[in-house]
């Protein structure tokens, strides 16, 4: 939907690298890391106002999954204890 008073040019980049481990040999481990980057830009024209903006957003970031287990019940996951 075109805004008349408003003129948007939105640009988005995001990259996301995982990684797993949950090896055959100990089924008790189930561990995940993930590294994210997410690049946005936006061009901005205030018709009315005859006013520019741009506004660039990056964010880097990473995140950490583990789970052990213990008798087939969940005992850890991302640091909070739960039965």
């Given at each position: 939907m075109e805004n008349p008073l408003v003129d948007r040019d939105t640009q988005d980049f995001n990259t996301t690298l995982d990684y797993s481990i949950n090896p055959e040999s100990s089924p008790l481990l189930d561990a995940r890391a993930t590294l994210y980057y997410n690049h946005t830009k936006m061009d901005e024209n205030r018709v009315t106002k005859n006013q520019q903006d741009t506004t660039r957003i990056k964010t880097l970031g990473p995140?950490?999954?583990?789970?052990?287990?213990?008798?087939?019940r969940l005992a850890l996951r991302d640091g909070l204890v739960s039965g």
């Open positions: 995140a950490l999954g583990i789970t052990l287990r213990s008798g087939g």
